[in-house]
């Protein structure tokens, strides 16, 4: 591992946008283009009409594909192929896509990026079956790799990850506020969140030569207090109405103890030392290859700043 390089996570937070967005436009956001097609598209052998009509409803609402931009940004600073760059980020994203799928079902939610959810458009059992084609896919994108003495690795990373993920989504829903700390809610949120956001950043690493103890080490240092940052900004902004769903939220466990005042003002205080913890940990990070989460940090940062107290 590259020690001692000097961290481009100094430079102005302007200047790393400007940076950021311009790439985007060239060609990261080509292979982006990429990854989005294979979300949209089936095997040509299978013709399932409902199925499709389903990807295709999916697809027309993309999101912010921040786990795909984490994995090309890595690919790019590690010299990775386009074609290992475009199956690492194709993984994390229709990854990510079936458990919001699962996710949505799971909490009854009726919208997913300002349109109906997926169940709520076709129905429960349809969007299940929707859900495990995509974690079927990310599988089959696994196959897509140049490197096939990485190919075995690679899977049980992914094995990893989608059963960590299914460890925190199941603590998740059978929570109750009554009896869940703080320190609970720790330990869902990162095991619900860090997984795939770690494995956008794991899988070009891999691919790159750094799979070593050492590199494990460092991954859960900077990916845990990221993913759990990530999570408490979203529950600072959805206070009421994980309130009136029933949603575990760390400033509604945090309220049976304090003020409202007082528990925004502790969770966004709790957001700046994880960040500032996850920050220090990219310097560690080879050939600059966690840039997209310091800017992701930056944004993070920024958001939190907003919630008024």
């Known amino acids: 591992?590259?020690?001692?390089?000097?961290?481009?996570?100094?430079?102005?937070?302007?200047?790393?946008?400007?940076?950021?967005?311009?790439?985007?436009?060239?060609?990261?956001?080509?292979?982006?283009?990429?990854?989005?097609?294979?979300?949209?598209?089936?095997?040509?052998?299978?013709?399932?009409?409902?199925?499709?009509?389903?990807?295709?409803?999916?697809?027309?609402?993309?999101?912010?594909?921040?786990?795909?931009?984490?994995?090309?940004?890595?690919?790019?600073?590690?010299?990775?192929?386009?074609?290992?760059?475009?199956?690492?980020a194709s993984i994390v994203e229709t990854l990510h896509t079936a458990s919001l799928i699962h996710d949505d079902i799971q909490d009854r939610e009726p919208h997913r990026r300002g349109k109906p959810s997926l169940w709520h458009q076709f129905g429960e059992g349809p969007a299940l079956c929707a859900g495990d084609f995509y974690l079927s896919k990310a599988y089959s994108h696994c196959a897509?790799?140049?490197?096939?003495?990485?190919?075995?690795?690679?899977?049980?990373?992914?094995h990893q990850s989608i059963t960590q993920t299914i460890s925190g989504q199941t603590s998740d829903i059978t929570s109750t506020d009554i009896r869940t700390t703080s320190q609970d809610y720790e330990t869902i949120a990162i095991n619900k969140s860090g997984p795939l956001l770690g494995l956008a950043l794991r899988i070009p690493l891999l691919l790159a030569g750094y799979d070593d103890d050492e590199t494990q080490v460092w991954m859960k240092q900077c990916i845990e207090p990221f993913a759990l940052s990530y999570q408490i900004v979203d529950d600072l902004f959805d206070t009421q109405i994980d309130a009136e769903q029933g949603t575990l939220n760390l400033v509604n466990l945090l309220m049976r103890d304090m003020s409202s005042q007082e528990?925004?003002?502790?969770?966004?205080?709790?957001?700046?030392?994880?960040?500032?913890?996850?920050?220090?940990?990219?310097?560690?990070?080879?050939?600059?290859?966690?840039?997209?989460?310091?800017?992701c940090i930056d944004q993070l940062q920024l958001k939190a700043q907003q919630v008024k107290i």
Request: proline share 2%; charged share 15%; hydrophobic share 45%.
């Open 1 to 88: 591992m590259a020690k001692g390089v000097l961290s481009p996570f100094a430079i102005h937070t302007e200047v790393k946008t400007m940076h950021v967005c311009s790439i985007i436009k060239n060609h990261i956001g080509d292979a982006l283009a990429l990854v989005q097609h294979n979300m949209s598209t089936i095997d040509e052998s299978h013709d399932d009409r409902l199925l499709s009509q389903m990807i295709q409803y999916h697809g027309t609402s993309q999101g912010n594909a921040t786990r795909a931009l984490i994995s090309l940004y890595a690919s790019d600073a590690l010299h990775l192929r386009q074609q290992d760059a475009v199956a690492a």
């Open 144 to 158: 897509d790799i140049s490197q096939p003495t990485q190919i075995q690795r690679l899977i049980q990373l992914v």
């Open 263 to 295: 528990a925004s003002a502790y969770a966004k205080a709790r957001v700046e030392l994880l960040l500032s913890q996850a920050r220090a940990n990219l310097a560690l990070v080879p050939n600059y290859a966690g840039i997209y989460i310091d800017y």
